[in-house]
């Protein structure tokens, strides 16, 4: 029965690990889409800021109560996972906690787990109050309905659910070790510290053995088969953060906030205006062929840059940057964080279609205008303050930025008041409608 059990463990982790690769794979190659960029530049400040923001967490407590909550659960979620290196060998093995040879050190270790799976437990429970009763304006926005908001409860939920089976398994494992139960039971007495679950086995003792070893199992099973779950929920979820966050800071821009990026086509274009000695019908030179123009800015995702669409996926909904958006707080429709999930969901209706063909094939529809309004990429003062307020470096006004560059340089729909102003800066050199040779005139005025 226990080789039955061992090759029924093998086939659930083979396949688990397996269907999670699949889908790691599909989500680089839709990332891959995009347009290189080069962010192999200052790998020492890059590793700095990732240790300080993605391991750190130093911008997650800026706002203390959800900061500290998150900490906890990123902790005990970090920590608590070795024990399932544990719980992978004694089910390819058939043993029973083989780490326990390390004595003391692992009665401590066990002790810990469950001291974080409590706090994690009761963490969760506060996300989901904060989530779901309190009404706090970021998770009200339009843009949580429905699935987003089923998703992030969904997450919770699972994390409730493993952190109690670990404190049942384990609490169960201290009564049958108490009871004398062959497997379980140790000359040297009682295996694993267990701080938190000596107080719920009580609930267990007074239970035959073979009922508490099927309840052991049972918990043992099911918390592994539900780490290897979530493992693949991730992929369809928002907490595609946990494995992201930690690139994403580190591909993450360095330059000042304020400053925007020149399109080397345009630069060139100038540079050559603004050389006397230009000619501007050669030929290019050797090894430069001319090619197709370049598209200026961005209306699909496929515009985009690699960076951008890696953001896109590390998305964790947070909303901090709705919050702190001012074109938001004054009731215009553009929300940051809607940004980075349409971009996400059309950039997975184009991997769907690459699934199915093979290949992409024009479906009719595009980033802008089918996910993203023109009314929100205007209402953008670009100002810089969801880059800022975003725990994971993400920056949504790359692609705002973009998509308006679009709007202006391909299809000339900028706005009334900003295409009056171009037209001004073109034939005056200034915004205003006014002459060159006038702009003195108010001097003279009595």
């Not at 060139?268 to 030179?285: T, Y």
């Not at 975003?390 to 299809?411: K, N, T």
């Amino acid at each position: 029965m226990q080789i039955v059990a061992q090759i029924l463990f093998l086939i659930a982790l083979v396949f688990g690990i397996a269907f999670f690769a699949r889908n790691i794979k599909r989500m680089l190659r839709n990332i891959k889409l995009g347009k290189t960029i080069d962010r192999s530049d200052h790998s020492s400040e890059r590793w700095s800021k990732t240790l300080r923001i993605a391991f750190g967490q130093s911008k997650m407590v800026k706002k203390p109560v959800s900061g500290f909550l998150h900490v906890i659960v990123y902790l005990g979620f970090i920590i608590i996972n070795i024990e399932v290196l544990e719980i992978i060998i004694d089910g390819l093995f058939g043993t029973h906690r083989i780490l326990s040879f390390m004595g003391s050190f692992y009665n401590v270790l066990i002790g810990i787990f469950e001291v974080l799976a409590l706090l994690v437990l009761v963490g969760v429970i506060i996300f989901w109050i904060r989530r779901n009763v309190l009404n706090i304006y970021r998770f009200l926005s339009r843009e949580l309905k429905g699935w987003p908001k089923n998703d992030a409860n969904y997450i919770l939920y699972f994390e409730m659910v493993l952190m109690s089976l670990f404190l049942i398994m384990n609490a169960t494992d201290y009564q049958l070790q108490i009871n004398g139960a062959a497997h379980y039971a140790h000359e040297s007495g009682i295996i694993g510290g267990f701080p938190i679950s000596q107080f719920i086995a009580p609930l267990f003792e007074s239970l035959s053995n073979s009922t508490l070893i099927i309840i052991e199992r049972a918990a043992w099973w099911l918390h592994i088969l539900g780490i290897l779950f979530f493992l693949n929920y991730l992929y369809y979820s928002k907490h595609l953060h946990i494995l992201l966050a930690f690139p994403n800071v580190y591909f993450s821009k360095l330059k000042p906030k304020g400053e925007m990026d020149n399109l080397e086509a345009v630069k060139k274009e100038v540079a050559l205006m603004m050389d006397p000695n230009a000619d501007p019908f050669a030929a290019p030179a050797e090894g430069e062929e001319e090619g197709e123009p370049e598209k200026f800015g961005a209306s699909d995702v496929m515009d985009l840059n690699q960076v951008q669409l890696l953001n896109s996926y590390t998305c964790t909904e947070c909303g901090r940057c709705t919050a702190e958006c001012p074109a938001n707080q004054t009731g215009k429709k553009l929300s940051p964080r809607k940004i980075m999930m349409d971009t996400r969901d059309r950039l997975e209706e184009v991997g769907e279609i690459i699934n199915k063909n093979g290949k992409f094939e024009d479906d009719g529809k595009q980033l802008l205008d089918d996910y993203i309004l023109r009314e929100e990429l205007w209402a953008c003062t670009t100002c810089n303050a969801c880059v800022e307020a975003c725990p994971v470096g993400i920056d949504p006004l790359s692609i705002i930025l973009d998509m308006r560059r679009y709007l202006v340089m391909e299809q000339s729909a900028a706005p009334n008041e900003l295409a009056t102003s171009l037209t001004n800066i073109e034939n005056n050199g200034a915004p205003w409608p006014y002459n060159q040779m006038d702009r003195l005139n108010w001097a003279k005025e009595n």
